[in-house]
């Protein structure tokens, strides 16, 4: 099956892409990536990734035309598989029939998730909050009534998304998409049962905060990502970022950590198998 036709999407990223990282020996995953905006052979992407040890990745809708070429780029290759959600950025803008469109693709083979979603309270002016809450608690609805988990952007709004989570009862399985809080909210996710997702943004140099977050979020509740094409880790911050990166982060949760890369490699991959149910 040939791959779906990206749609056109702003925020790629220009620049020559960086080297390879050394392999890991025990594989590991990307749990987060816009493969659409990558703007790259998806073949080329995933053949990178694995021969550096990253065998699967889990493509990100963020509205109704990336969702449904996330879900046809799962459906055309066995190492991706799809989430499906409405960015908290485009919830005001979201009318019936998207929801519709949501809710159908939510229970195609091969999504594995509702997301992302969530709030975001650093970009989106406060008028409109009210609309990403409202667009939050129906993408919670569709993750409980599609099994599927619950993939969450958070930015600037944690105790708001913990009010939220709370009030309409979470999902079985939760992911903090590219967690952004400091060690305390790490320990009030982890109280919760909610996964943390880390980013290459662990590695920049004030990112102490998250860093914190990391050594104290408990093993089994780790996952990896790249947010590709964003969020490239150290030594290439603001180089294109894809999933063959990984193991940059990977080592870096390691070393906050004080485990090897191969525990963390192995931790990842036990806690995607278990959220994510494949």
């Given at each position: 099956?040939?791959?779906?036709?990206?749609?056109?999407?702003?925020?790629?990223?220009?620049?020559?892409?960086?080297?390879?990282?050394?392999?890991?020996?025990?594989?590991?995953?990307?749990?987060?990536?816009?493969?659409?905006?990558?703007?790259?052979?998806?073949?080329?992407?995933?053949?990178?990734?694995?021969?550096?040890?990253?065998?699967?990745?889990?493509?990100?809708?963020?509205?109704?035309?990336?969702?449904?070429?996330?879900?046809?780029?799962?459906?055309?290759?066995?190492?991706?598989?799809?989430?499906?959600?409405?960015?908290?950025?485009?919830?005001?803008?979201?009318?019936?029939?998207?929801?519709?469109?949501?809710?159908?693709?939510?229970?195609?083979?091969?999504?594995?998730?509702?997301?992302?979603?969530?709030?975001?309270?650093?970009?989106?002016?406060q008028e409109?909050?009210?609309?990403?809450?409202?667009?939050?608690?129906?993408?919670?609805?569709?993750?409980?009534?599609?099994?599927?988990?619950?993939?969450?952007?958070?930015?600037?709004?944690?105790?708001?998304?913990?009010?939220?989570?709370?009030?309409?009862?979470?999902?079985?399985?939760?992911?903090?998409?590219?967690?952004?809080?400091?060690?305390?909210?790490?320990?009030r996710c982890?109280?919760?049962?909610?996964?943390?997702?880390?980013?290459?943004?662990?590695?920049?140099?004030?990112?102490?905060?998250?860093?914190?977050?990391?050594?104290?979020?408990?093993?089994?509740?780790?996952?990896?990502?790249?947010?590709?094409?964003?969020?490239?880790?150290?030594?290439?911050?603001?180089?294109p970022n894809?999933?063959?990166?990984?193991?940059?982060?990977?080592?870096?949760?390691?070393?906050?950590?004080?485990?090897?890369?191969?525990?963390?490699?192995?931790?990842?991959?036990?806690?995607?198998?278990?959220?994510?149910?494949?």
């Open positions: 099956m040939t791959e779906p036709v990206r749609t056109s999407r702003s925020g790629q990223r220009r620049g020559e892409p960086p080297p390879a990282p050394p392999a890991l020996t025990t594989p590991a995953l990307d749990s987060h990536c816009h493969l659409d905006l990558i703007n790259r052979d998806i073949g080329e992407v995933m053949a990178e990734a694995k021969a550096v040890g990253i065998e699967r990745v889990v493509q990100i809708g963020i509205d109704v035309p990336s969702s449904q070429w996330s879900v046809d780029l799962a459906a055309s290759r066995d190492d991706v598989w799809a989430a499906v959600a409405i960015h908290p950025n485009e919830a005001s803008d979201t009318d019936e029939a998207a929801w519709k469109a949501i809710a159908g693709l939510a229970r195609r083979d091969r999504v594995v998730a509702i997301g992302e979603t969530g709030l975001d309270h650093f970009r989106t002016p409109q909050w009210q609309a990403q809450e409202t667009s939050f608690r129906r993408h919670i609805a569709i993750a409980k009534e599609s099994g599927r988990a619950l993939v969450i952007h958070d930015r600037d709004a944690h105790d708001d998304v913990l009010r939220v989570l709370d009030s309409e009862g979470a999902p079985e399985q939760v992911v903090f998409h590219c967690f952004s809080g400091d060690a305390d909210f790490a320990r982890a109280d919760g049962g909610y996964v943390m997702s880390f980013a290459g943004n662990v590695t920049f140099k004030n990112a102490q905060d998250l860093r914190d977050a990391a050594a104290v979020a408990p093993l089994d509740q780790l996952l990896v990502e790249t947010d590709g094409p964003f969020l490239t880790p150290m030594p290439h911050r603001g180089a894809a999933p063959y990166l990984v193991p940059l982060t990977v080592r870096a949760l390691a070393e906050v950590k004080g485990v090897s890369e191969d525990e963390i490699a192995a931790a990842v991959t036990a806690t995607a198998a278990r959220v994510f149910g494949w």
